[in-house]
Each structure stands twice: as structure tokens, then as C-alpha cells.
């Protein structure tokens, strides 16, 4: 059991942005009490091995936790025989993860509780199954109701025609995550374009008309986001299109991710950060 938490206090130890080289004497330490560690493991094998014998139902490889640890100590001597090669091979160096799993069988408390939760893994097919279920339903719900509403963007009239270079849709600072999604008038929504924020620039609120716009000097304030007035869909999603609802793989993600969105208020993406930043004042 010390041998098994000095091993968990030198795998927290190490640092594989600095210690990828290990050239440093704090990972060179840690190298020799891993090589202390797998030593200690490979000589506990064989004197089990020599004293059960290996084959059989009452020796070595007979009892699964003894195959895990043997498991873990041919990978260890894979990961030494490929580095005196000098061949990396990361995948193998990660099984020494696995050596904390040791303490559950040392531990015999705690190896019943994992024999019992290994033992209900089959009744927990029935919870998965309700789950599946569960955002199915919801997943064909949501389809239904909001299948292209995150779309939405609030566009330009076509006979619009504005001098300076507009985007076609009204963007936020921050458009991929927090867009300005808006709803038709008849979808009877929460948020619409005439509540696009104004334009600013220099820290001054911009609140001249387009019909006051200077050809000549172009100085004049114009509020040119009070003309993204038609609401209708457009090409993407919020986050690269990851969140939607216009198919039921979509809605199952969006589901899924709903209850986080939920704890982190401020981050909703279907809000502007002022009304963020109110609902959070609210809550």
C-alpha cells in the first residue's frame, strides 16, 4: 500500500509540458522512483507466480484483479524496452495510470464495493435505455418546435441601399458564441430587431437617420444597425453549427449540454451580455 501511494504521489508529480525531455532533477528523481515502483511490482508478480503457480483457476492468472496487475507490469516492461530503443510510444506509457487500481485489492472494504458496482452493470442497461428514451422524446420535441429558429439573424431590406460596407446581418462582438438570434412575429418570441442595440462609435451612441448621412466627409453618426429590421434565416448556427435543432443528432447535443448552460449564468447565447449580465443581476 506505500509502494501503491508513493506511486499516485509521483504520477501527480510529474508535469508533461516541462518533463517531456526530463532534463530537469526534479523529473530525473521521479524517474527513479518510478523505476523503483515497476521493479517492485515485477518482483511481487513473480514471487506470487512461483508461489500459485500461473495457470489455473486457484493460481496467478485465476483471480482478475491479479491478471490486471499483470497486465500492468508487461506494459511497464513494453514502455522500458521501447525507450532503450528509443522509440516513443505514448499509448503505453498512459497504462501506468492503472497502478492506483492496485489499492482495490489490497483494500478488501473497497473491493467488495467494486465487485458489487460490477455486479449491477447490467441493471444499469435498463437506466441507459430510459435515458435513450427520454432524449429521444425530448429530442423529436425539440425538432419539432425549434427546428431552424437558431438560424434567425436579422437581416437588411433588399431595398435598402447603404454607402459604407454593412455585413448582410446584424453581428455581435462575439457572433460564433453569442449571436443575436431574433424570432418572427409570428413565432411570438422573446426577442425581436427592433431591439438591435444602437450603433456606437468613439463611445458616443450613434442616433442620426440615413437620410442625414454625409456623402462628402462621411462624419456623420448614422445608427445603421436600427436597419437590420427583417428577421429571417440564415446559413449558420450558433457555436460553428454544433447547437440547433434542425436534426435529431443535434437535439440530442443540445439537450445534453442544456442543464450546463443552465449553471453558468451570463453564458446563455440566445442573450446579448447586457441582458446576460441582467438575469444574472435578477437570479
Known amino acids: 500500500m506505500l509502494v501503491i501511494l508513493l506511486n499516485c504521489v509521483t504520477l501527480g508529480m510529474y508535469h508533461p509540458c516541462i518533463d517531456g525531455h526530463c532534463g530537469t532533477d526534479r ?13 517492485f511490482f515485477a518482483v511481487e508478480m513473480i514471487i506470487k507466480m512461483i508461489a500459485l503457480g500461473i495457470f489455473g483457476k486457484m493460481c496467478y492468472l485465476g483471480d482478475t484483479w491479479n491478471r490486471l496487475d499483470f497486465f500492468i507490469v508487461i506494459a511497464g516492461m ?7 530503443q528509443n522509440v516513443s510510444f505514448s499509448a503505453v506509457r498512459t497504462v501506468r495510470v492503472l497502478r492506483p487500481l492496485r489499492a482495490i485489492n489490497r483494500v478488501p472494504s473497497m473491493r467488495i464495493l467494486v465487485t458489487l458496482l460490477l455486479d449491477t452493470l447490467p441493471m444499469l442497461g435498463n437506466v441507459l435505455l430510459l435515458c435513450f428514451f427520454v432524449f429521444f422524446i425530448f429530442g423529436i420535441v425539440g425538432v419539432q418546435l425549434w427546428a431552424g429558429l437558431l438560424r434567425n439573424r436579422c437581416y437588411l431590406p433588399e431595398n435598402l441601399t447603404l454607402v459604407p460596407a454593412r455585413e448582410r446581418y446584424y453581428q455581435t462582438e462575439n457572433e460564433d458564441e453569442n449571436p443575436f438570434i431574433c424570432s418572427l412575429a409570428k413565432d411570438n418570441g422573446m426577442r425581436y430587431c427592433r431591439s438591435v442595440p444602437a450603433l456606437r462609435q468613439d463611445g458616443l451612441v450613434c442616433d442620426q437617420s440615413y437620410e442625414s448621412y454625409n456623402q462628402t466627409d462621411n462624419t456623420t453618426c448614422v445608427n445603421w444597425n436600427k436597419y437590420y429590421t427583417e428577421c429571417i434565416p440564415g446559413d449558420h448556427n450558433p457555436f460553428k453549427n454544433a447547437i440547433n435543432f434542425d436534426n435529431i443528432g443535434y437535439a440530442w447535443i443540445a439537450i445534453f449540454q442544456g442543464p450546463i448552460a443552465e449553471k453558468i449564468p451570463g453564458e446563455n447565447m440566445l442573450f446579448s451580455p447586457t441582458e446576460a449580465e441582467s438575469n444574472k443581476t435578477k437570479k
Do not use: T, V
Open 78 to 84: 513494453l514502455e522500458y524496452s521501447l525507450n532503450l
Open 27 to 39: 523529473c530525473k528523481i521521479l524517474q527513479r522512483f518510478d523505476d523503483f515502483i515497476f521493479a
